[in-house]
């Protein structure tokens, strides 16, 4: 059976016939480089009878040989296992497999340490110079990447950064608690038209089970799958549960043993659509609700009252509490029908059968957002109740994890403020803590450290939480026809990002066609001024395109030697994925990349090789 | 139509340029291309005006291919400025808008027919290199400050209580 979801149609069969997957690849020095470490698992072999290939299956639950630090070095001996998700390696020895998103984070930290370091002692090196010989071979010289639906789609590094990004929220979801509500009601009312929108919901969530059993192969693997999905019955494993309500799915999913971050809300989503709809349009105006109370009670008039503030705050939190369960399933919902992001694949061939979707999405999203903000906000208002000692900041106002950060413009300083270095502050942390005989003024200083960095970081992250939320949900609005945007009634939030948005992208699009334009007029006309007939005739010789590739090349390069230092916060993981899809986008797989980690010349033509194929 | 490449480059240096921002206090966010957009932009959020309304700056890299532009990379700064139109004032705000773009350091201002008055600045960076972070937030800085500059005489002659030949003149000088 689970061969059968594997090698589901023929073109997968064939193209994996000619993928070594059995034959090792170079062996190559690797390091587990996630703070977490790992753990090899245990695994079984199986030839497949019909493409004679062996077939490995990882047995996530049986661990074997000693635990992975995120300092030891494994060796990457780069087979993979049927789901394409784990990575064989060796260490101590022993041979087991790993998440391949901790192998390949490794990678691109390993590339970026190693580029710094020829930085450092000037061996980035200029690269080789056209040669007319320049012959531009096949792009599979690395055995296991020469077929390009071998590489891994944008949708499986967003999947392999946000398991990763999961798993480490998820022992914080569980610390928090929060209270399953009971608050969101779910009447079972008739359907309307709205409910057109999510009609194809239910054939989706089945869809989206076996999709991601299968290998994730592009478009058309998945519409054969979709098509399945929707014609005959489930194979058993995505069972579909009728009859239970919406909301009590919901809360049963949130109040999961294994917390958030395991269970899968999907999985958990079982209900009639009329259900679904009336839940999330329930919540939709609860959220709504809770905004506007959250509203008056920072307004002009709340501020000033105090009392009266913070008792409207109080009944924001408590009806905060109920909201949360149909939030929750609006997110279930979203992470289904969402048009963008991991699942994009998956909702896009849905969109074109069912147009609506995306003014469904962005409804879903703004309630979403809403409930952000309006969270954030009570954070920073119970926050502000709590305020503890600032003094730590004046008192060390002069020790190098504050900086003083000055706007400065013609000479004048238009604006002066001490701002907090959050990486020296860490810094200076780690190494108090690493001192084992520290003196009384060290420990109070650590102590103050600790303090602050942990009221600094939620003051961050509230601040942000909040104007971004604001900022998505203003952009929401540009996507939605005017009559969901009525049915928020939220007039005001529509506003000044919304029409800038739309300005400044019309403007942008704009400037590109009259260029063009008039670089074509120019050209057109006899005695046309020489550069202009230049720059827009389209005609480049082979020196000059090998050159601009290598200045890609190298562009690339840099970009992955200036990223931070790894770590598993948000806007750094992001980071790193985005420079990945630039090498991806580049046509080149990051993993050959990596493999010649510490031979920039080698990446170097690697690149280039790739940019080439891609004219 | 611009390559996946270049979109990439794109999304990859605004990750960049957005963390930069959020340091200096401007809260940004990037909205991802979709169906709805067909482009990466840059969203960050600047301190509302003299009245509290919100204001906004916006970036996006002009699509050109590099089959049109090679060297270069033409990256736009744009912000609406929230000033309420008045109709009966047209002439006087044209005065007035050419008046300051006169004296402007980057960019321009311009108001569109339906009475939305923008401050735009058209930067150049390099196609061959990454975008220079400290560069970038200078010039952030220099186009936040003519942002500034122009906001209150706009709103003076708009209201009304300041006439188009007195806010020009400062400017002309």
Redesign the interface.
């Known amino acids: 059976m689970q061969m059968q979801s594997v090698y589901g149609n023929r073109a997968a069969r064939q193209a994996l016939q000619t993928m070594p997957q059995s034959a090792p690849l170079q062996l190559k020095a690797a390091k587990i480089n996630s703070w977490r470490g790992a753990h090899m698992r245990k695994f079984s072999k199986m030839q497949d009878p019909v493409t004679m290939q062996d077939n490995y299956v990882v047995e996530e639950d049986k661990m074997v040989g000693p635990k992975i630090t995120g300092k030891d070095e494994v060796e990457d001996l780069g087979i993979m296992d049927a789901t394409r998700e784990w990575v064989m390696i060796k260490f101590s020895g022993i041979e087991g497999f790993v998440r391949r998103d901790k192998l390949e984070q490794a990678g691109m930290q390993t590339s970026r340490t190693r580029l710094k370091e020829a930085k450092a002692n000037s061996s980035w090196g200029t690269g080789k110079s056209y040669e007319q010989e320049d012959s531009v071979d096949a792009f599979g010289e690395n055995s296991g990447s020469a077929l390009s639906w071998m590489k891994t789609s944008p949708e499986g590094i967003a999947n392999s950064f946000e398991k990763q990004a999961e798993a480490a929220k998820s022992d914080n979801e569980k610390a928090k608690a929060e209270r399953q509500g009971a608050g969101a009601s779910t009447a079972t009312g008739a359907v309307d038209a709205v409910s057109g929108i999510f009609g194809g919901l239910v054939a989706l969530r089945r869809t989206v089970q076996s999709y991601r059993d299968a290998n994730l192969s592009g478009m058309d693997k998945f519409k054969e799958v979709a098509g399945n999905a929707l014609e005959t019955a489930d194979n058993g494993k995505t069972a579909f549960v009728g009859g239970a309500t919406l909301v009590d799915s919901a809360a049963k999913a949130s109040g999961h043993a294994d917390g958030v971050g395991k269970s899968d809300a999907v999985s958990g989503w079982s209900g009639s659509v009329g259900e679904a709809i009336d839940s999330v349009k329930s919540t939709f105006n609860a959220v709504l609700h809770i905004v506007k109370l959250v509203d008056k009670a920072l307004g002009k008039e709340g501020a000033s009252k105090r009392e009266v503030a913070d008792s409207l705050m109080a009944s924001a939190s408590n009806l905060m509490q109920g909201a949360y369960s149909g939030v929750k399933t609006a997110k279930a919902i979203l992470k289904i029908v969402d048009t963008s992001g991991a699942h994009k694949a998956a909702s896009t061939a849905l969109g074109t059968a069912i147009p609506a979707i995306g003014i469904a999405v962005s409804a879903i999203k703004i309630t979403i957002k809403a409930y952000d903000i309006v969270k954030a906000e009570l954070n920073n208002h119970q926050m502000r109740k709590l305020k503890k000692d600032t003094k730590f900041k004046e008192n060390n106002v002069d020790k190098d994890y504050f900086k003083k950060r000055s706007i400065k413009l013609f000479g004048k300083t238009l604006h002066s403020s001490v701002a907090t270095d959050t990486d020296k502050l860490r810094a200076r942390r780690k190494e108090l803590e690493g001192n084992t005989s520290r003196t009384e003024d060290e420990e109070k200083e650590l102590k103050g450290i600790i303090e602050y960095e942990f009221y600094h970081e939620l003051q961050q992250i509230n601040r942000k939480r909040t104007k971004r939320a604001g900022l998505q949900i203003a952009f929401e609005m540009v996507s939605i026809a005017g009559d969901v945007a009525t049915l928020s009634g939220a007039g005001a939030m529509v506003g000044a990002p919304l029409k800038a948005v739309a300005s400044g992208l019309s403007v942008t699009t704009l400037i590109a066609r009259k260029a063009k334009q008039y670089g074509r007029d120019r050209a057109a006309q006899a005695g046309a001024w020489w550069i202009t007939k230049k720059m827009f005739d389209g005609e480049k010789s082979s020196e000059e395109k090998f050159k601009l590739r290598a200045r890609h090349a190298d562009t690339i390069l840099k970009m992955i030697a200036d990223l931070p230092e790894y770590d598993d916060s948000d806007p750094v993981q992001q980071q790193y994925k985005n420079v990945e899809n630039v090498v991806r986008a580049a046509g080149c797989d990051p993993k050959a990349l990596y493999r010649l980690n510490g031979d920039i010349e080698k990446q170097r033509e690697l690149l280039i090789k790739a940019l080439a194929e891609r004219e | 139509m611009i390559?996946?490449?270049v979109?990439?480059?794109h999304?990859?240096e605004f990750?960049?340029l957005k963390?930069e921002l959020?340091q200096a206090g401007l809260?940004a966010?990037i909205?991802?291309k979709?169906?709805?957009?067909?482009?990466h932009?840059l969203?960050a959020?600047l301190e509302p005006d003299g009245d509290g309304?919100?204001?906004?700056l916006?970036f996006?890299?002009?699509?050109?291919s590099?089959?049109?532009?090679?060297q270069i990379r033409?990256l736009?700064f744009?912000?609406?400025i929230?000033c309420e139109w008045d109709e009966s004032r047209r002439m006087d705000m044209l005065q007035l808008l050419n008046a300051i773009n006169g004296s402007l350091a980057i960019g321009h201002l311009g108001v569109?027919e339906d009475g939305?008055i923008?401050f735009?600045y058209?930067h150049c960076v390099s196609?061959?290199?990454?975008i220079r972070r400290e560069e970038f937030m200078?010039v952030v800085?220099?186009f936040v400050?003519m942002l500034d500059m122009a906001s209150e005489p706009i709103e003076q002659v708009m209201k009304g209580t300041v006439s188009v030949a007195e806010a020009s003149a400062k400017f002309l000088e």
């Open positions: 390559s996946d490449f979109h990439a480059r999304l990859a990750g960049v963390n959020d809260t966010t909205i991802e979709s169906d709805e957009m067909p482009l932009m969203l959020a309304r919100e204001r906004f916006h996006t890299f002009v699509p050109l590099e089959e049109e532009l090679e033409l736009q744009f912000s609406v929230p569109r939305e923008h735009r058209v196609n061959g290199d990454t200078e800085t220099m400050l």
